[in-house]
C-alpha cells in the first residue's frame, strides 16, 4: 500500500535498470535527503555535532567495506589501517601545502595504493586465510604508526590536523563539518548505488558467489577483486581523512587500531552485507547506542534516586548493547538492512496478502 | 532513516531532560569522563571513587560559596567518539571542567577545548608538552610530565652514587608504544649529560610474555632499571625478575603500580621494589582518614572500603584537592558563579600547594601548566611505601628542552 506499485511497468531495458523501481522508495530516499540536508536547522548542535556527524563519516566508510565484503565477499579485518593511510598521508599533505581538495585526493590513492598493494599478496589465499592475512596488515601499520615519529606527530603520537578548507572556503563551523561529511556519504550512497546495475558490480557478486564459476564466465576474478579492494581503499582513505579533518581533528593511532577494525566489520555484518541502507543502520547501532544507553541508564538512575556504582552503570550499558547485537542477528541474521527489507516487502502489498490468509 | 533518527534525537532528549532537570541551584560542576569500562579499569574506579568521596566532604563542610560541587562521572569506553559525545554534551550543560584520565580520549578532546576555552586536567595522561601554558592556554597536566618522572628517577640513581654516573647502567625496560617510549629521548640526553649508559629494552604489547626481555636484562647486567609499564605487566615482569635472579630493588617503576600489583607479585616478593610518585602512598593521609570519619564510618562512602586502601585513590584525591581548591579560590576572588575564565586565573594562583601534605608540592603558572612536576620515590617494605627522596624536580631545563620542542610543533 505504503509502496504502491500499481502503474510501475517496465517497458524497456532503461527503466527496468533504473535504482528506484518503485516511486515510494525514491520519494522516501528525496525526503530523507532533505532532511539531512536541512539537519542543521532543524537539529541542536550538540546532536548535529556528536551524533550526526559521525555517523554520517563511519557510513561513509563502512559503505566502502561493503564493498568489498559484502559484494565482493572478501572478508577484510584491516580497514581501519587502510582508513588511517589515507588520514595520515591526507594530513601530512594538508601540513605540506597542498590545497585540502587534493589532499584528501592524495589520501585516497595512498590508500587504494598500499590497500591494492597487500591485496596483491593478500588475494593469494582465499576465505579465513584471507582475513588473517588483512589483520596482519592491521598490526604492520599499528607498529609503523607507533615507531615512526615523522609520521604520527612526535614522541606523543598525534598529529595535529590543518583547519579545513575546500573550494577557498575556511571551513569551522559545526555546520561546515556537517555538510561536508553529508556531502561525502552522500557520494558514496550515489556510487554505491549505481554500483548494483554497472558491469563491475555484477563482476563482484559473480566473484563473491564463486569466484571459479565467474572465471568460466570470462570474469577475471583476481582482477575484480584488486579493482575491489583499491575502489573500497579509496573510500576508507578519503573517510579516515575527513573524519580527522572534520571531527578528531587531531590524528592518533588509537582512532584507527584494530578494534576499530572490529567495530567498522561489525557495522557490516549487523547492518547486513551488500546493503546499503544497512550500513547505515549498524553504523547508528554499533556507533551511536553505546553511548544513547550510556546516557539513558545514567539518566535513569538517577530520575529514580538509586544509588549504583558507577562501575556497574558503566557496564550496564555494555552488556544491553552487547545484548542488542544478539537479538538483531537472531531474529534476522541477515541484518537490520533486511529487517527494513521485510518490513518493506509486507508493506507493499499490505493489506492484499491478509486475504490469502 | 528517518525513524531511526528521530527515535535516536527522542531518547537522547529524554536523557538530557532527565539529567536536567536534577539542576536546582547551579552548583559547581566537574565533568568526569572516565574508562570505567576498558583499558584503564586500573585505576579509574579509584579515582572515581575519589573524586565522589570529596565532592561529599566539600558538600558536608557547605559546599564552595555556599553552593554545593558535583562530579559527573560518565564512561566512555577509551573510545575518543565516546569522550568527544561526553564532553560536548556535558559542555553545553555548563560543566566547564573537564577530566578525561585517558591518553586517545585526552588528545581527542583537547582541540575542541582550546577552541571552546573549557578547562582540560589531564593528569598524568594525554600529551606531555601540553604543560607548556604559552601553547596550550586551557590545558592543566597537573603532575608530573613522563618526561619530568623520568629525569626524577635518573636523579634518584645519581643520588645513590654519589655524583657520579660514569660506570652506572641504567635499562630502561617499557611498552612498545608512545606511553612508554615517550620518556627515551630525555634519558638518552641524560645519558650523555651524566655519562651512565642506557641499555632499551621494548617490551611488546600487552606485556604478558617478557621472557625474552628479561634473559636479555640478565645478561646485560643493568644496576637499575626504570620500568614504564601498566598493571599485570608489572606482575609478569617480577616472576621474570625471580626466575632471572634479579633483584627486586633495581626495579624503578612510573607511578602506575599500585597495591593490587603488589599484592598479585607478593608481598615479600615486592620488598625493595621502587615506584616514582607525585602523591604520598598507603592509607595514612589525614584526608583520607578525614573522608573514613566523615562518610565511610556513617555508611555513606561511593564505594568499597577497600578501594580507599590503594595508592591511585590517594593520587584521585590528589587530582580532585586541586580541582576543588582552585574553584574555592575562583569563588573568593572573584564570586559566583565561577567561570571557566575566573577558575583559570585561580588555578594560576596554587603556590606551593600539597592539600595538607597528601602530595609534592604544586605551583601552577601561566607559563607552567605542570606545577612544577615534582615527584618521588618510594619503596616498598613489604607493609608501606617509605620516601626515598624528598619531592624533587630536577633536570627541568633538559626536561623543558623537550617540552618547548614538542610543543612548537603543535602550532604547525
Same mark, same amino acid.
Given at each position: 500500500?505504503?509502496?504502491?506499485?500499481?502503474?510501475?511497468?517496465?517497458?524497456?531495458?532503461?527503466?527496468?535498470?533504473?535504482?528506484?523501481?518503485?516511486?515510494?522508495?525514491?520519494?522516501?530516499?528525496?525526503?530523507?535527503?532533505?532532511?539531512?540536508?536541512?539537519?542543521?536547522?532543524?537539529?541542536?548542535?550538540?546532536?548535529?555535532?556528536?551524533?550526526?556527524?559521525?555517523?554520517?563519516?563511519?557510513?561513509?566508510?563502512?559503505?566502502?567495506?561493503?564493498?568489498?565484503?559484502?559484494?565482493?565477499?572478501?572478508?577484510?579485518?584491516?580497514?581501519?589501517?587502510?582508513?588511517?593511510?589515507?588520514?595520515?598521508?591526507?594530513?601530512? #599533505?594538508?601540513?605540506?601545502?597542498?590545497?585540502? @581538495?587534493?589532499?584528501?585526493?592524495?589520501?585516497?590513492?595512498?590508500?587504494?595504493?598500499?590497500?591494492?598493494?597487500?591485496?596483491? #599478496?593478500?588475494?593469494?589465499?582465499?576465505?579465513?586465510?584471507?582475513?588473517?592475512?588483512?589483520?596482519?596488515?592491521? +598490526?604492520?601499520?599499528?607498529?609503523?604508526?607507533?615507531?615512526?615519529?615523522?609520521?604520527?606527530?612526535?614522541?606523543?603520537?598525534?598529529?595535529?590536523?590543518?583547519?579545513?578548507?575546500?573550494?577557498?572556503?575556511?571551513?569551522?563551523?559545526?555546520?561546515?563539518?556537517?555538510?561536508?561529511?553529508?556531502?561525502?556519504?552522500?557520494?558514496?550512497?550515489?556510487?554505491?548505488?549505481?554500483?548494483?546495475?554497472?558491469?563491475?558490480?555484477?563482476?563482484?557478486?559473480?566473484?563473491? @558467489?564463486?569466484? +571459479?564459476?565467474?572465471?568460466?564466465?570470462?570474469?577475471?576474478?583476481?582482477?575484480?577483486?584488486?579493482?575491489?579492494?583499491?575502489?573500497?581503499?579509496?573510500?576508507?582513505?578519503?573517510?579516515?581523512?575527513?573524519?580527522?579533518?572534520?571531527?578528531? +581533528?587531531?590524528?592518533?593511532?588509537?582512532?584507527?587500531?584494530?578494534?576499530?577494525?572490529?567495530?567498522?566489520?561489525?557495522?557490516?555484518?549487523?547492518?547486513?552485507?551488500?546493503?546499503?541502507?544497512?550500513?547505515?543502520?549498524?553504523?547508528?547501532?554499533?556507533?551511536?547506542?553505546?553511548?544513547?544507553?550510556?546516557?539513558?541508564?545514567?539518566?535513569?538512575? @538517577?530520575?529514580?534516586?538509586?544509588?549504583?556504582?558507577? @562501575?556497574?552503570?558503566?557496564?550496564?550499558?555494555?552488556?544491553?548493547?552487547?545484548?542488542?547485537?544478539?537479538?538483531?542477528?537472531?531474529?534476522?541474521?541477515?541484518?537490520?538492512?533486511?529487517?527494513?527489507?521485510?518490513?518493506?516487502?509486507?508493506?507493499?502489498?499490505?493489506?492484499?496478502?491478509?486475504?490469502?490468509? | 532513516?528517518?525513524?531511526?533518527?528521530?527515535?535516536?534525537?527522542?531518547?537522547?532528549?529524554?536523557?538530557?531532560?532527565?539529567?536536567?532537570?536534577?539542576?536546582?541551584?547551579?552548583?559547581?560542576?566537574?565533568?568526569?569522563?572516565?574508562?570505567?569500562?576498558?583499558?584503564?579499569?586500573?585505576?579509574?574506579? =579509584?579515582?572515581?571513587?575519589?573524586?565522589?568521596?570529596?565532592?561529599?566532604?566539600?558538600?558536608?563542610?557547605?559546599?564552595?560559596?555556599?553552593?554545593?560541587?558535583? /562530579?559527573?562521572?560518565?564512561?566512555? &569506553?577509551?573510545?575518543?567518539?565516546?569522550?568527544?559525545?561526553?564532553?560536548?554534551?556535558?559542555? *553545553? %550543560?555548563?560543566?566547564?571542567?573537564?577530566?578525561?584520565?585517558?591518553?586517545?580520549?585526552?588528545?581527542?578532546?583537547?582541540?575542541?577545548?582550546?577552541?571552546?576555552? *573549557?578547562?582540560?586536567? =589531564?593528569?598524568? /595522561?594525554?600529551?606531555?608538552?601540553?604543560?607548556?601554558?604559552?601553547?596550550?592556554?586551557?590545558?592543566?597536566?597537573?603532575?608530573?610530565?613522563?618526561?619530568?618522572?623520568?629525569?626524577?628517577?635518573?636523579?634518584? !640513581?645519581? =643520588?645513590?652514587?654519589?655524583?657520579?654516573?660514569?660506570?652506572?647502567?641504567?635499562?630502561?625496560?617499557?611498552?612498545?608504544?608512545?606511553? &612508554?617510549?615517550?620518556?627515551?629521548?630525555?634519558? %638518552?640526553?641524560?645519558?650523555?649529560?651524566?655519562?651512565? =649508559?642506557?641499555?632499551?629494552?621494548?617490551?611488546?604489547?600487552?606485556?604478558?610474555?617478557?621472557?625474552?626481555?628479561?634473559?636479555?636484562?640478565?645478561?646485560?647486567?643493568?644496576?637499575?632499571?626504570?620500568?614504564?609499564?601498566?598493571?599485570?605487566?608489572?606482575?609478569?615482569?617480577?616472576?621474570?625478575?625471580?626466575?632471572? *635472579?634479579?633483584?627486586?630493588?633495581?626495579?624503578?617503576?612510573?607511578?602506575?603500580?599500585?597495591?593490587?600489583?603488589?599484592?598479585?607479585?607478593?608481598?615479600?616478593?615486592?620488598?625493595?621494589?621502587?615506584?616514582?610518585?607525585?602523591?604520598?602512598?598507603?592509607?595514612?593521609?589525614?584526608?583520607?582518614?578525614?573522608?573514613?570519619? %566523615?562518610?565511610?564510618?556513617?555508611?555513606?562512602?561511593?564505594?568499597?572500603?577497600?578501594?580507599?586502601?590503594? /595508592?591511585?585513590?590517594?593520587?584521585?584525591?590528589?587530582?580532585?584537592? !586541586?580541582?576543588?581548591?582552585?574553584?574555592? *579560590?575562583?569563588?573568593?576572588?572573584?564570586?559566583?558563579?565561577?567561570?571557566?575564565?575566573?577558575?583559570?586565573?585561580?588555578?594560576?594562583?596554587?603556590?606551593?600547594?600539597?592539600?595538607?601534605?597528601?602530595?609534592?608540592?604544586?605551583?601552577?603558572?601561566?607559563?607552567?601548566? &605542570?606545577?612544577?612536576?615534582?615527584?618521588?620515590?618510594?619503596?616498598?617494605?613489604?607493609?608501606?611505601?617509605?620516601?626515598?627522596?624528598?619531592? !624533587?624536580?630536577?633536570?627541568?631545563?633538559?626536561?623543558?628542552?623537550?617540552?618547548?620542542?614538542?610543543?612548537?610543533?603543535?602550532?604547525?
Amino acid at each position: 500500500m505504503f509502496y504502491r506499485l500499481s502503474g510501475v511497468h517496465h517497458a524497456n531495458y532503461v527503466s527496468d535498470s533504473r535504482i528506484f523501481k518503485v516511486p515510494a522508495d525514491r520519494n522516501l530516499t528525496a525526503f530523507i535527503f532533505l532532511i539531512g540536508l536541512a539537519a542543521p536547522f532543524i537539529m541542536p548542535s550538540l546532536y548535529l555535532n556528536s551524533y550526526m556527524l559521525p555517523w554520517l563519516i563511519w557510513t561513509a566508510a563502512a559503505l566502502g567495506l561493503n564493498l568489498v565484503t559484502g559484494w565482493a565477499g572478501q572478508l577484510h579485518l584491516g580497514y581501519a589501517a587502510v582508513m588511517a593511510v589515507g588520514a595520515y598521508s591526507a594530513i601530512h #599533505a594538508a601540513r605540506f601545502g597542498v590545497p585540502w @581538495e587534493f589532499a584528501l585526493i592524495i589520501g585516497g590513492l595512498a590508500s587504494s595504493v598500499i590497500g591494492s598493494l597487500f591485496a596483491f #599478496a593478500a588475494l593469494r589465499v582465499k576465505g579465513l586465510y584471507l582475513a588473517l592475512t588483512t589483520l596482519a596488515m592491521q +598490526f604492520v601499520m599499528d607498529w609503523v604508526l607507533t615507531h615512526s615519529p615523522a609520521i604520527s606527530g612526535g614522541s606523543h603520537a598525534s598529529l595535529q590536523s590543518p583547519t579545513l578548507a575546500l573550494l577557498g572556503q575556511d571551513i569551522t563551523s559545526d555546520t561546515g563539518y556537517y555538510y561536508v561529511a553529508f556531502g561525502w556519504c552522500v557520494l558514496v550512497t550515489i556510487f554505491m548505488l549505481n554500483l548494483k546495475r554497472t558491469g563491475l558490480g555484477r563482476a563482484l557478486v559473480a566473484v563473491r @558467489e564463486k569466484d +571459479f564459476a565467474a572465471a568460466i564466465l570470462g570474469v577475471n576474478s583476481f582482477y575484480y577483486k584488486i579493482l575491489a579492494f583499491a575502489t573500497s581503499s579509496f573510500i576508507a582513505g578519503v573517510s579516515g581523512a575527513l573524519l580527522v579533518a572534520t571531527f578528531f +581533528f587531531l590524528a592518533a593511532p588509537e582512532q584507527f587500531s584494530v578494534n576499530v577494525s572490529i567495530q567498522v566489520l561489525a557495522m557490516v555484518i549487523v547492518g547486513g552485507l551488500g546493503s546499503i541502507i544497512g550500513s547505515y543502520f549498524g553504523v547508528a547501532l554499533i556507533l551511536l547506542v553505546p553511548g544513547l544507553v550510556n546516557g539513558i541508564v545514567a539518566g535513569g538512575s @538517577e530520575a529514580l534516586g538509586m544509588q549504583i556504582n558507577v @562501575e556497574t552503570l558503566a557496564h550496564i550499558p555494555n552488556a544491553v548493547y552487547g545484548a542488542l547485537i544478539v537479538i538483531v542477528l537472531l531474529i534476522e541474521p541477515l541484518g537490520l538492512g533486511k529487517l527494513y527489507g521485510n518490513i518493506r516487502d509486507y508493506l507493499m502489498v499490505w493489506p492484499f496478502d491478509q486475504l490469502r490468509k | 532513516m528517518k525513524r531511526l533518527t528521530k527515535a535516536l534525537a527522542a531518547f537522547t532528549m529524554m536523557g538530557g531532560l532527565v539529567t536536567g532537570t536534577q539542576a536546582l541551584a547551579e552548583p559547581f560542576k566537574v565533568g568526569v569522563c572516565y574508562d570505567l569500562s576498558k583499558a584503564y579499569t586500573f585505576a579509574t574506579p =579509584q579515582v572515581s571513587q575519589a573524586a565522589m568521596d570529596l565532592a561529599k566532604l566539600v558538600n558536608m563542610k557547605g559546599g564552595i560559596g555556599g553552593e554545593p560541587v558535583e /562530579v559527573i562521572v560518565r564512561d566512555h &569506553g577509551n573510545e575518543p567518539q565516546r569522550g568527544i559525545e561526553c564532553y560536548s554534551k556535558l559542555s *553545553r %550543560e555548563g560543566v566547564f571542567v573537564f577530566d578525561t584520565l585517558s591518553t586517545p580520549v585526552s588528545l581527542a578532546i583537547l582541540p575542541r577545548a582550546m577552541e571552546d576555552g *573549557r578547562i582540560l586536567m =589531564q593528569s598524568l /595522561v594525554g600529551r606531555g608538552d601540553a604543560v607548556d601554558g604559552t601553547v596550550f592556554d586551557w590545558v592543566y597536566p597537573i603532575g608530573p610530565t613522563y618526561w619530568g618522572q623520568a629525569a626524577n628517577d635518573v636523579a634518584y !640513581i645519581k =643520588q645513590l652514587h654519589d655524583g657520579d654516573m660514569s660506570d652506572v647502567k641504567v635499562g630502561f625496560v617499557y611498552f612498545d608504544y608512545p606511553f &612508554g617510549q615517550e620518556p627515551i629521548e630525555i634519558l %638518552e640526553t641524560l645519558s650523555e649529560k651524566e655519562g651512565f =649508559q642506557l641499555d632499551l629494552y621494548p617490551v611488546p604489547l600487552p606485556g604478558s610474555d617478557q621472557a625474552g626481555v628479561w634473559s636479555k636484562v640478565r645478561r646485560d647486567k643493568p644496576d637499575h632499571l626504570i620500568v614504564w609499564m601498566l598493571g599485570g605487566a608489572h606482575v609478569v615482569a617480577s616472576k621474570e625478575m625471580q626466575r632471572n *635472579r634479579i633483584p627486586m630493588d633495581k626495579y624503578i617503576s612510573v607511578n602506575w603500580l599500585n597495591e593490587v600489583d603488589i599484592a598479585n607479585i607478593g608481598n615479600e616478593a615486592a620488598i625493595g621494589l621502587k615506584r616514582g610518585t607525585n602523591v604520598v602512598g598507603g592509607p595514612d593521609v589525614a584526608l583520607r582518614q578525614e573522608i573514613l570519619a %566523615e562518610l565511610y564510618d556513617k555508611g555513606e562512602g561511593s564505594g568499597p572500603l577497600g578501594k580507599t586502601e590503594d /595508592v591511585f585513590y590517594n593520587t584521585g584525591l590528589a587530582m580532585y584537592s !586541586i580541582v576543588f581548591e582552585a574553584a574555592r *579560590r575562583a569563588a573568593e576572588t572573584d564570586g559566583l558563579p565561577i567561570t571557566a575564565d575566573s577558575y583559570k586565573a585561580a588555578l594560576e594562583t596554587l603556590e606551593d600547594y600539597d592539600a595538607n601534605g597528601l602530595m609534592a608540592p604544586i605551583t601552577v603558572t601561566a607559563e607552567d601548566h &605542570g606545577g612544577g612536576g615534582k615527584t618521588r620515590i618510594e619503596m616498598w617494605d613489604g607493609e608501606t611505601w617509605v620516601p626515598q627522596t624528598d619531592w !624533587i624536580a630536577e633536570y627541568s631545563d633538559v626536561v623543558w628542552d623537550v617540552v618547548k620542542e614538542s610543543s612548537s610543533k603543535y602550532q604547525q
